[in-house]
């Protein structure tokens, strides 16, 4: 299967703080990334769409101004947390799909954002 | 509305096999994707389906009936490591993915 990597794969950051999250897909071209937020024992929750070149698709309840999302080049995708507070500790994923609409999303490992 | 149903929590046995099903009512249907989630992962990609019928791969299948909106994914020779969560998708007419909550396979000696 294709490979995305992430990173960082964990951040501690102090309240107030702006956390910067990228997602790369490594051996193809991403037109299209997804993040997804998943706190423990929930389901995976999308917060927004990507594509390159244009402005994210943001879910309802999703603030846009708080989650900056930047798909510059077809196999990057920078997710922003800014002024993070300890409810935005999470578990955060990033997926990335081919040219085609209907291909698969593949995942990248997923970075763990604590906030104190 | 767009829903996704999957049982919450199985358990079988190491060895066993299990059937993990899935239904689905949605606008649209572009294909069925199953993915495995272990605990504190990210989930990777196990099956698609899009056509009705049995797709298998090594010791897990995938069946797909669109008729139905049903779906269900088949573990044979059940091994520890396959205990985790299976989450069900659909990609509906917009190409977006619906995503079921997620099954919880407990695997017990």
């Known amino acids: 299967g294709a490979v995305v990597s992430q990173h960082p794969s964990r951040v501690i950051c102090k309240s107030g703080t702006s956390v910067k999250i990228e997602c790369r897909s490594l051996?193809?071209?991403?037109?299209?990334m997804f993040w997804y937020r998943q706190f423990p024992k929930q389901s995976l929750m999308l917060m927004a769409t990507?594509?390159?070149?244009?402005?994210?698709?943001?879910e309802q309840g999703v603030e846009k101004d708080k989650f900056l999302i930047n798909h510059a080049s077809l196999t990057l995708s920078t997710l922003t947390v800014t002024s993070a507070h300890p409810e935005d500790s999470s578990f955060y994923i990033c997926s990335a799909r081919g040219l085609a609409a209907q291909e698969t999303q593949y995942f990248g490992p997923g970075t763990r954002l604590l906030v104190l | 509305g767009q829903n996704i149903d999957q049982p919450t929590e199985m358990t079988a046995t190491e060895g066993a096999i299990v059937q993990i099903n899935c239904t689905y009512q949605t606008s649209g249907f572009n294909g069925l994707f199953w993915y495995q989630q272990h605990a504190g992962e990210a989930p990777t990609f196990l099956s698609y389906?899009?056509l009705d019928g049995l797709e298998e791969k090594g010791r897990f299948s995938s069946f797909l009936s669109r008729s139905k909106g049903y779906s269900y994914l088949l573990l044979k020779e059940l091994q520890m490591k396959d205990s985790a969560s299976y989450l069900c998708a659909v990609m509906d007419s917009n190409y977006q993915l619906i995503w079921g909550a997620g099954t919880k396979l407990i695997i017990k000696p």
């Open positions: 990507s594509n390159e070149g244009s402005k994210a698709t943001y």
């Open positions: 389906n899009v």
């Open positions: 051996d193809f071209q991403a037109t299209t």
